[in-house]
């Protein structure tokens, strides 16, 4: 939730008032891969969002508020879309206890993208914060690492993707990094459990190359995953993953990052 308090002008001056905003994000991802030569495959990730806004307006004393004129920041709405797909080239070998694999490739811009909503708050008129992509093509690649350890299979990997140029509204997201350590276990039967830790850095966004003093200015997050999976016949495997926010560094207005859940499906 996101607590922010405004101000509208009214006769005898400045009118506080509290938003209390609720956003419920949630992604389903399909992907595909395909061999097409020795160790080498042709990978496809399609991210599907549902993004539900809701937001309550209150005066100082926690009382509904309605501002006139009408907020033209934020409204009710549900955002049912496509993200930007992901395609890549991934390429995997083995040197003895060792497996490593290297990924590289490009997002497409097909996400929903919106004009400068600072600059039109500004203005007075309504916008739309929200976007389901960068509208840019930018290049993504990963490492990573995995090796086992007696019953323990560790692995590591390093992601980033680049934003290189703007997109036509003049927007151009920062560069995103990520690196991640996971250790898998079996821990009874066909069940297998999982604890993992990541870091993440996301650089700042910048609107006709300014920074927006109330975008995104950049952020670092350090978060913990802990989860179990078995294989269901005829299905494929299924797990489900907590994730918990350890650390957060945010520049400016920034929402904070709540406990959230993954459960994947990987057919046989």
Known sequence: MNLHINHIESDNGPVPYWHRQRILFTQASFTAERGIGTNLALE?????????????????????FSPSPPDVHHRNETLTRVSDPRVFLHF????????FGVRGGTSIPLGTTVPNPFELGRLGLPH????????????????AASRALSSVQIQTGIYGRFALYENSHGYRAGNL??????????????WGGFLGADFTREEAERWSGRLEEEGNLGRSDVSLSVGAGRPVPGIGNLSLTTIVPIHSEAKGEQAHLPLAFSLRWTPF
């Not at 496809?44 to 509904?64: H, T, W």
């Open 44 to 64: 496809a990730a399609v991210p599907f969002r549902v993004i539900r806004e809701r937001i309550r307006f209150e005066d100082l004393s926690g009382q509904p």
């Open 92 to 99: 995997g070998t083995a040197r003895g206890a060792w497996g």
């Open 128 to 143: 739309e914060h929200i976007q389901l992509g960068t509208g840019t093509w930018d290049p993504i690649a990963s490492i």
């Open 177 to 190: 990094y990520n690196v991640n350590l996971t250790a898998s276990r079996r821990i009874r039967g066909i």
